[in-house]
């Protein structure tokens, strides 16, 4: 187990002020409460309530600038799952009443001097519970766009080949990931058998590039492959279903693609597009598709 701590500190000098103000009840001179507005409508208290309330996993913590908050991300294929997240908020405020008396009755100015807030996040995290990604090539059969699970109610299946099955998010409805049977038993044994970058090739267009025996920069009947490929699907009760390219209707499956970023659940991202044709001539939509699976230790 190891901890991850983040403490993001801020410190703001408020001149002070002696505008008079009207008499009013104790409860709006409350400097106090005044103070703790503030802090709850500062950057770091939404920080820090976004991560404690949510619940939810985070690729990393780092610490933030107020004055220079970024929302860019860089790209990891691993991601940390964090079970347990204390937080501690400490606010040090020096308050200062100065009390001036007018012909037409006291008048009260105020003046806060100073204010520090430390906002602090203690992450336990297990090491043996992190999710990962890897990127089979995907078919929308649906042509409702390609869509996914996610890892939590994903399926059991060695996605990165490692000879342990692991909690893996997987296409969802009737779209399917394209395999190849290559020790011709009836089955998918594990992502060495679909098409990304379990083989060593940056997608799985490229992966699927080295199957293309004509060099016409698309995979059909005039590929030796053609009649291997399979349609792999993953049914409610666990069961792995194939399909032929023929049974399915597909005609081709074009190689070129175009880059892109298009999230589909927490850890799963289109990375890559591209289009097949049915044998009827309409087209529908293939990407490579990094998707999160939990490894199971």
Do not use: C, W
Not at 24 to 38: F, V
Not at 104 to 120: H, N, T
Request: charged share 25%; aromatic share 6%.
């Amino acid at each position: 187990m190891a901890i991850n701590d983040l403490v993001v500190s801020q410190v703001n000098q408020v001149p002070a002020s002696s505008t008079p103000v009207e008499k009013a009840s104790p409860k709006t001179h409350d400097i106090s409460n005044q103070i703790d507005a503030e802090l709850k409508n500062s950057i770091e208290f939404q920080i820090l309530t976004r991560v404690v309330s949510s619940g939810k996993s985070t690729k990393a913590v780092n610490a933030i600038d107020s004055s220079q908050a970024s929302s860019n991300a860089t790209p990891n294929k691993q991601f940390v799952d964090y079970r347990t997240i204390n937080a501690e908020i400490q606010a040090g405020k020096t308050n200062t009443l100065s009390v001036k008396e007018f012909a037409a009755g006291p008048e009260f100015s105020q003046m806060i001097k100073q204010e520090r807030v430390s906002l602090s996040i203690s992450s336990e995290q297990s090491q043996n519970n992190q999710v990962q990604q890897s990127d089979p090539l995907a078919f929308d059969m649906d042509g409702n766009g390609l869509q996914t699970t996610g890892v939590t109610n994903g399926v059991n299946f060695d996605i990165n080949a490692d000879g342990v099955t692991d909690k893996t998010s997987f296409v969802s409805g009737n779209d399917a990931f394209l395999a190849l049977d290559k020790n011709n038993n009836s089955r998918i044994d594990n992502g060495k058998e679909l098409f990304g970058d379990q083989n060593g090739a940056s997608n799985g267009y490229e992966e699927l590039r080295k199957y293309d025996s004509n060099h016409d920069n698309k995979i059909d009947r005039n590929d030796h492959v053609y009649d291997r490929l399979r349609l792999f699907r993953i049914d409610s009760k666990g069961n792995q279903v194939l399909s032929s390219l023929k049974d399915s209707g597909i005609k081709s499956i074009a190689l070129g693609y175009q880059h892109t970023q298009q999230a589909l659940n927490q850890y799963d991202t289109v990375t890559q597009k591209s289009a097949f044709e049915r044998t009827d001539g309409t087209t529908g939509v293939t990407g490579d598709i990094m998707v999160g699976f939990d490894k199971k230790a």
